[in-house]
């Protein structure tokens, strides 16, 4: 009897430890970490640069931080340096459209 009873315990332990994973990884919206670089794939056709802003930047913060700022190109693009090394998703060709575009639309 002893032994039986710790089998039937053993089962629904890992049952229940079965359950607990598969509940935490999947139903939920949950964040996902973002790779270090970026791919290069991810450079969309004609990509439009406002939307490439509200895709990439907002992810962590609002446009009004973007917006509010006034900085030169190259202070643009060390900003946006700073952002893909805080783990922003930017191949070297978004980050120079987004530099063109952010220094004619927010100069200093």
Not at 67 to 85: F, L, N, Q, Y
Request: hydrophobic share 40%.
């Amino acid at each position: 009897m002893g032994k039986r009873l710790f089998v039937t315990f053993a089962i629904a332990f890992l049952a229940l430890l079965l359950v607990s994973f598969f509940a935490a990884c999947g139903g939920s919206k949950q964040a996902t970490m973002i790779p270090a670089t970026a791919p290069e794939t991810t450079v969309p056709p004609n990509p439009d640069s406002q939307g490439l802003l509200q895709a990439r930047c907002t992810q962590c913060h609002d446009l009004g931080r973007v917006e509010s700022a006034r900085k030169t190109a190259e202070e643009w693009k060390a900003t946006i340096e700073r952002m893909v090394g805080k783990g922003a998703q930017l191949n070297q060709t978004e980050q120079e459209l987004l530099i063109r575009y952010l220094a004619e639309k927010h100069p200093k």
